[in-house]
């Protein structure tokens, strides 16, 4: 079993940047592909970007590279999203997912393919 934590969210105004944090209970979590998700009121959740069990491969969702950033400190069980520059559209509760087997990185930004999720961070960005 993992336990995922999350942290960090806020309101801030466009332009911005907020830094998530994903703390993670359990063993071996080098192993495990970490995402961030997000869904937005009224829409469905979408992938954001996630990173391998290494921390050596990431993946963005395309209205999002270029501004975040995802990396995890092994050492502290912990997962990050870095977010500059921030949009009204980014406005959304982040939850941070984790699974040991998602080891073909077509599969990352499917929600159903996510064992372990967090309760969800609320971001808020005014314009």
């Known amino acids: 079993q993992v336990q995922l934590v999350e942290s960090g969210g806020g309101l801030v105004t466009a332009g911005g940047s907020l830094r998530l944090s994903c703390a993670a209970s359990?063993?071996?979590?080098?192993?495990?592909?970490m995402a961030w998700f997000r869904q937005a009121s009224g829409k469905e959740r979408e992938f954001v970007a996630a990173?391998?069990?290494?921390?050596?491969?990431?993946y963005y969702t395309d209205s999002v590279r270029g501004r975040f950033t995802i990396s995890r400190d092994t050492a502290k069980n912990t997962v990050y999203l870095q977010m500059n520059s921030l949009k009204p559209d980014d406005t959304a509760v982040y939850f941070c997912?984790?699974?040991?087997?998602?080891?073909?990185?077509?599969?990352?930004?499917?929600?159903?393919?996510?064992?372990?999720w967090g309760q969800g961070n609320q971001v808020t960005v005014s314009s």
């Open positions: 990173i391998s069990g290494s921390g050596g491969t990431t």
């Open positions: 997912a984790a699974d040991p087997a998602l080891l073909n990185r077509s599969r990352w930004p499917r929600v159903d393919e996510y064992d372990y």
């Open positions: 359990g063993r071996a979590f080098n192993r495990y592909t």
